[in-house]
């Protein structure tokens, strides 16, 4: 056999034996044996929780009447959900974490992207040095930042007292106080996640806006911001979900304050539900509606991101 032979003999395609295909069973198990450990963690911390909390919000304890016995759990329905909805505490605390989110959104957003914007800048020096000192609040545990706060809040001792324009611990000015805590905890955060994404942005399309004559601020709002969209708007979704769940620092501040109650905010009305008066029907219903609010919200701005990116 000569040497063209045999490497057309090498080359047919059928001395080349078959690839080797695993059984679709097989493949359907790999699968799912890969995605069990997610779906038992879902299952644990996730589902079963909601589950259990979507019992308990339809039973109400009662006495019993039966002497010693105490209280006995009484199928209630919607019951529950119909009292959280009609009482004023509850209404009231939603619009208190609805001011909360309206101020405390637009300016830890917009503080985030100009520090951002400007650690990504060519002109800024010891870049590593400003993003662990614009970090570091984030490390502070909320409970500990919000007594730092408490005490830099109080009058005669504490050094901002007579400084800030509004009293922290008045009616009015304990919401400024509470958006103050809670932006400088949070910004160095979303400093971080916006300071990631612009190193992302092709360098290529920035030395073209310079050829271009673009200068850094309309560089900044015509190209970075506009191709880290999608990370500011899944920022918004975790952000708009924490405000839903603001519980820390108001939490904190009632040890310094009477103007914080014990159903300022949604959680803290939970808390006291649960926790005060024991009643775990009312609290059950109260969580199971925050959830509900909370996933409304995001899927209204992740809509609201689609659409935009478009």
């Known amino acids: 056999m000569t040497t063209a032979q045999t490497v057309e003999t090498v080359s047919t395609p059928s001395s080349v034996p078959p690839p080797a295909h695993k059984p679709a069973g097989r493949r359907r198990f790999t699968g799912a044996a890969l995605a069990a450990p997610f779906a038992l963690l879902l299952l644990c911390t996730v589902l079963v929780p909601i589950g259990y909390a979507f019992y308990l919000s339809l039973y109400t304890d009662r006495l019993s009447g039966l002497g010693f016995d105490g209280y006995q759990q009484v199928f209630a329905g919607f019951g529950n959900y119909t009292d959280v909805l009609g009482d004023p505490a509850a209404r009231e605390s939603v619009s208190k974490v609805a001011g909360y989110a309206l101020i405390h959104i637009p300016v830890m957003f917009g503080g985030a992207l100009l520090i951002a914007l400007l650690l990504n800048s060519a002109t800024v020096r010891l870049r590593q040095l400003w993003s662990l000192a614009v970090f570091l609040p984030y490390a502070v545990p909320g409970v500990i930042a919000g007594l730092i706060w408490g005490y830099l809040y109080s009058p005669g001792i504490g050094p901002l007292d007579g400084i800030l324009p509004f009293d922290p611990f008045g009616e009015a000015g304990v919401l400024p106080a509470?958006?103050?805590?809670?932006?400088?905890?949070?910004?160095?955060?979303?400093?971080?996640?916006?300071?990631?994404?612009?190193?992302?942005?092709?360098?290529?399309?920035?030395?073209?806006?310079?050829?271009?004559?673009?200068?850094?601020?309309?560089?900044?709002?015509?190209?970075?911001?506009?191709?880290?969209?999608?990370?500011?708007?899944?920022?918004?979704?975790?952000?708009?979900?924490?405000?839903?769940?603001?519980?820390?620092?108001?939490?904190?501040?009632?040890?310094?304050?009477?103007?914080?109650?014990?159903?300022?905010?949604?959680?803290?009305?939970?808390?006291?539900?649960?926790?005060?008066?024991?009643?775990?029907?009312?609290?059950?219903?109260?969580?199971?509606?925050?959830?509900?609010?909370?996933?409304?919200?995001?899927?209204?701005?992740?809509?609201?991101?689609?659409?935009?990116?478009r």
């Open 178 to 309: 509470i958006v103050n805590m809670a932006t400088w905890q949070w910004m160095g955060y979303n400093v971080i996640i916006f300071y990631t994404a612009l190193q992302t942005v092709p360098r290529e399309v920035l030395e073209a806006a310079r050829a271009d004559g673009a200068g850094a601020l309309r560089t900044a709002l015509s190209i970075k911001i506009p191709m880290i969209r999608p990370t500011i708007f899944v920022a918004l979704v975790f952000t708009t979900i924490g405000s839903l769940q603001l519980f820390t620092e108001p939490m904190v501040l009632r040890t310094f304050t009477g103007a914080v109650t014990s159903t300022w905010t949604p959680s803290l009305y939970i808390y006291d539900a649960a926790f005060i008066r024991n009643d775990y029907g009312r609290a059950a219903a109260a969580s199971i509606l925050l959830a509900l609010a909370s996933a409304l919200l995001s899927a209204l701005v992740m809509r609201l991101s689609s659409r935009r990116s």
